[in-house]
């Protein structure tokens, strides 16, 4: 890894402050609105599955399962067009803007009972990202297991077409069984680009299309992730963790899709659940 430069928000600690405890049956999920939104915990049968606040990666963009919104991984040194206008995002990693305006932002409490909440965030409207929006998080665990959906709706003005995803950090699994249909190639920079390729041997930290499930198995158990994502990030190459990322889109999305986009009052949804198997 090379040395943390002062662009490197995404990595600055991120306190999982007050929790919201969500649980059916054998499942439990602790849900923290206050660190962006994100899982902080996910609990199967007494068996962690997440890199969790206590476990020593206390960074904004390492633990827990976080949501992606308005774009998901890295957009190209933050700059993009749209309608004929350039853009420039805050760059929080490296030369690269990464995971969007939630994941290191509080988000608010709309609804809340033993087995769902709602979680919303207003996303800015400022001089980097003009567009404005409204992103909801909903979490709901049923004997069925753990679903997320997430969603972005266009205010008075469209917007490029946001790439949502969730970025969960898996305790090292004992494995996981992956079928994908292409990867996109990574440059110099190490963001995806154009045209996809057959896909690749683990290790890695790569962007692909995928349509089938994805299994996990850690201590005996199988977690079954499936998806209305056709983009999913694997990312195996740390010795503790393993990152499987259902997303809309591709890294920098906006600028390999330049033409997408999201109508005014539109909105945009993607749906993620977890089932053990």
Same mark, same amino acid.
């Given at each position: 890894?090379?040395?943390?430069?002062?662009?490197?928000l995404?990595?600055?600690?991120?306190?999982?402050?007050?929790?919201?405890?969500l649980?059916?049956?054998?499942?439990?999920?602790?849900?923290?609105?206050?660190?962006?939104?994100r899982?902080?915990?996910?609990?199967?049968?007494?068996?962690?599955?997440?890199?969790?606040?206590?476990?020593?990666?206390?960074?904004?963009?390492?633990?827990?399962?976080?949501?992606?919104?308005? %774009?998901?991984?890295r957009? +190209?040194?933050?700059? &993009?067009?749209?309608?004929? !206008?350039?853009?420039?995002?805050?760059?929080?990693?490296?030369?690269?803007?990464?995971?969007?305006?939630?994941?290191?932002?509080?988000?608010?409490i709309?609804?809340?009972?033993?087995?769902?909440?709602?979680?919303? +965030?207003?996303?800015?409207?400022?001089?980097?990202?003009?567009?404005?929006?409204?992103?909801?998080?909903?979490?709901?665990?049923?004997?069925?297991?753990?679903?997320?959906?997430?969603?972005?709706?266009?205010?008075?003005?469209?917007?490029?077409?946001?790439?949502?995803?969730?970025?969960?950090? &898996?305790? !090292?699994?004992?494995?996981?069984? &992956?079928?994908p249909?292409?990867?996109?190639?990574?440059d110099?920079e190490?963001?995806?680009?154009?045209?996809?390729?057959?896909?690749?041997?683990?290790? %890695?930290?790569?962007?692909?299309?995928n349509?089938?499930?994805?299994?996990v198995?850690?201590?005996?158990?199988?977690?079954?992730?499936?998806?209305?994502?056709?983009?999913?990030?694997?990312?195996?190459?740390?010795?503790y963790?393993?990152?499987v990322?259902?997303?809309?889109?591709?890294?920098?999305?906006?600028?390999?899709?330049?033409?997408?986009?999201?109508?005014?009052?539109a909105?945009?949804?993607?749906?993620?659940?977890? +089932?053990w198997?």
């Amino acid at each position: 890894m090379t040395e943390e430069s002062p662009n490197d928000l995404a990595r600055r600690p991120l306190a999982c402050g007050r929790t919201l405890r969500l649980a059916c049956g054998p499942l439990e999920v602790l849900v923290a609105p206050e660190a962006g939104g994100r899982l902080a915990q996910v609990i199967h049968q007494g068996q962690p599955w997440l890199i969790g606040p206590d476990d020593g990666y206390a960074a904004a963009d390492a633990w827990g399962a976080f949501p992606m919104v308005p %774009w998901s991984g890295r957009v +190209r040194h933050g700059q &993009f067009r749209f309608d004929g !206008k350039p853009h420039q995002l805050p760059i929080n990693l490296g030369d690269h803007a990464i995971h969007g305006f939630g994941f290191d932002r509080p988000w608010q409490i709309e609804d809340l009972g033993p087995q769902h909440c709602v979680l919303t +965030r207003d996303m800015p409207q400022d001089a980097a990202w003009p567009f404005g929006g409204r992103a909801e998080h909903r979490i709901a665990v049923d004997e069925d297991g753990l679903h997320l959906t997430l969603s972005l709706t266009a205010g008075a003005h469209a917007m490029p077409a946001p790439v949502l995803g969730w970025h969960p950090w &898996f305790r !090292k699994p004992d494995g996981v069984h &992956f079928t994908p249909e292409a990867v996109y190639p990574r440059d110099a920079e190490g963001i995806a680009t154009l045209p996809t390729q057959p896909p690749t041997p683990a290790p %890695w930290d790569d962007c692909f299309i995928n349509h089938a499930p994805v299994q996990v198995a850690l201590h005996g158990a199988t977690l079954e992730l499936t998806a209305d994502c056709d983009h999913w990030v694997v990312y195996d190459t740390r010795p503790y963790s393993t990152c499987v990322e259902p997303q809309t889109g591709p890294p920098d999305g906006y600028n390999l899709f330049p033409e997408a986009r999201l109508p005014a009052g539109a909105t945009a949804t993607a749906h993620f659940h977890w +089932r053990w198997r």
